[in-house]
């Protein structure tokens, strides 16, 4: 059994560590781990059994353990109930920024796989992170690259014709309202519902869906998406369920399979659906309540197995009201909802946001893609009509047209940011600016006020706790009548 050490890194010579060599993503992780244990808030790690071999005294004391040392080699799940150490075991996969409930309090964690030089899976470690994320980011980024690389070569084997991009990490944020999203696209992940995702556009409702998909059991099935919006109404019907030979003309000679056929064991993504004319909605709910469709041209009916993620930026309740959506359709597709906020609503996720769209936009490039904290207060200064998409293209431009090899300033942001766009409405008036000579006046005047209150109005006490004389607290209080 390993020795509890307080303040050692469990990459340290200890029992625990194997013997293999290690891998590239280990030496990372090793390398990284004071400046991560640094500037968290409590760290462990675990074996590929999923049992405690380390864990820090700033995280024992979180979790309340009078004797540390009696956590070692246990089963993680029985000190942190909820924690999710045991997926990045059997997985491999990091879970970057993610919540964890514990004692009623809210924990952003991040938790990191490591591998030996043969690709096993010898462990995790994970931190424990409070509110100030962003001295992190850069770190969290430079590890997902190196992972990513890793495992390039077997997600390409394991992708199939019609795969999907994105995973859960790549729904970036950590604010509130990022980590909201982020729990119930989990919930949907693990139950084989059909989910309605609401959100404007460019707040990445494809990237949700398909991060659903992938840690479904469908995973390893097809993933098909389709615009509803960007397909001609009269083309429709034959998309969705496919078409006979000369079912009309013009029609192909063979078979055409629908998107129900292709997706067939997994996933259909019906993106825009609110813009589906009433006619397909009736043939769409017939189709999801017998789980059978009849392609154009067929008397045959064909039975599909299928999960349906919808999502729209529209409203549909007011069109339910006013006839243009069915709402047996609409009750249908909304048995989960995930309400998807724009980017306006979580400002405080544009660091995050921004370090991993510069990380992708630089990528094989010879620029920094850095981004100055004065950069990103001047991107919150805007109103994001376009959310995520828009911050991308502002970026991009941003770095087009920038002369400090890939380093953003505030200036750089000014320069291409939309002037003619909606601005974001303060929740109050700005406070005008006054001379500091007066604000410092009133802070010490207020401070006084507070001694004299703590004191009951004994002004010898009052000047030891504001840490002066008396004289000289006689002498503010003279000019301050």
Known sequence: MTDYIPGHSPFMPKPFIHKNKSGPTRDLIEALFPLFEQASAGAIAVDSDSRITWINASYAALLGLKDPQAAIGKDVRGVIPRTRMHEVVETGQPLLLDIMEHDSQQLVVTR????????????????VLYDDLQPLTPLVSKYRRLHQDLVAARKALARKTRGTRYCLGDFVGASPAALEVKRR????????????LLGETGTGKEVLAQAIHSLSGRADKPFVGVNVAAIPENLLEAEFFGVTPGAYTGADRRNRDGKFQLAN?????????????????????????????????????????????????????????EGAFRSD??????VLEIAIPPLRDRLPDL????EAILEALCEGLELRGEITDAAVTALGSYDWPG?????????????????DNGLLDADAIFKVLPRNGARQVPSALPRPVRPLAQILAEAEAQAIEDALVASRGNRTRAAKLLGISRSVL???????S
């Open 387 to 403: 959310n995520i998409r828009e911050l991308r293209n502002v970026l991009e431009r941003a770095l087009t047209m920038g002369e």
């Open 112 to 127: 990191l796989p490591y591998f030996d030089d043969q690709g096993e899976i010898q462990g995790a470690v994970a931190f």
């Open 351 to 354: 660091g995050v946001l921004c």
């Open 185 to 196: 696209a989990r919930l949907a992940a693990g139950r084989d519902m059909a989910v309605l």
């Open 474 to 480: 006689y002498e503010k209080m003279a000019r301050m």
């Open 265 to 321: 064991g997994g996933t259909l993504f019906l993106d825009e659906v609110g813009d589906m004319p009433l006619a397909l909605q009736a043939k769409l709910l017939r189709a999801l309540q017998e789980g059978e469709i009849e392609p154009l041209g067929s008397n045959k009916v064909v039975s599909v197995d299928v999960r349906v993620i919808a999502a729209t930026s529209r409203n549909l309740e007011a069109m339910m009201a």
């Open 329 to 334: 359709l609409y009750y249908r597709l909304n």
